[in-house]
Every structure is written in C-alpha cells, then in structure tokens.
C-alpha cells in the first residue's frame, strides 16, 4: 500500500474510532512488542525452550504493528516536525557511537 493511502487510512480509523482509540491502540501494540521481545531474549539469551518459528512470526507481527502505529501517529502529528526530531536524534546517535 502506498504511503497515501495509508495515510487516508489513518484519518479514516481516527474519524472512525477518535484519536483517544489510536493513541490507546498503539500503547497497547507497544506494550506486545516488549512482551514479543522479551520471549526473544528469553530464548536467545537464557536457553528458554519455545516454538522459534512461532516466537519470530509474533515478534514479525508485533514490529509490524507498532510500525503501523507509530506511521498513523506521525500522520497525526506532523509528518515534517518528526522528521526534524528523528534526524537530529539519529545525528545524536551518531556522536556518541563516534565517541567510542
């Protein structure tokens, strides 16, 4: 889907269901990517025993959807002013990689 329409679609499910809905849904997509990353560590880094296949098709699912989210977030806020901010913090980021 191209970025214009999701965008369209973003404003369709706010009219739909209210900014307070989005904001709560992509809390709540949020809160499942920490819980699909922690079963990674778990399994990666303490031995934890679990289906991989269905552990990376979860963690998949979750990074897609706080994706989407945090599109429809910027949608809503101000496309321009998260790309000033984004860029000055990976600017940021750079320096202190740099400093090592």
Known sequence: MK???RFDLY????KKWG???QIDQAIEEMAELI???NKYKRAKYCNET???EKM?????TELADVNICLEQMVSFFGEEQ????????LNRFKNQIEKF
Do not use: I, R
């Open 3 to 5: 970025k214009e329409e």
């Open 11 to 14: 404003d369709k499910a706010t």
């Open 19 to 21: 900014m307070q809905a």
């Open 35 to 37: 819980v699909a990353l």
């Open 50 to 52: 679990m289906d991989e």
């Open 56 to 60: 990376f098709a979860n963690l998949f």
């Open 82 to 89: 998260v790309e000033k901010a984004k860029e000055f913090q």
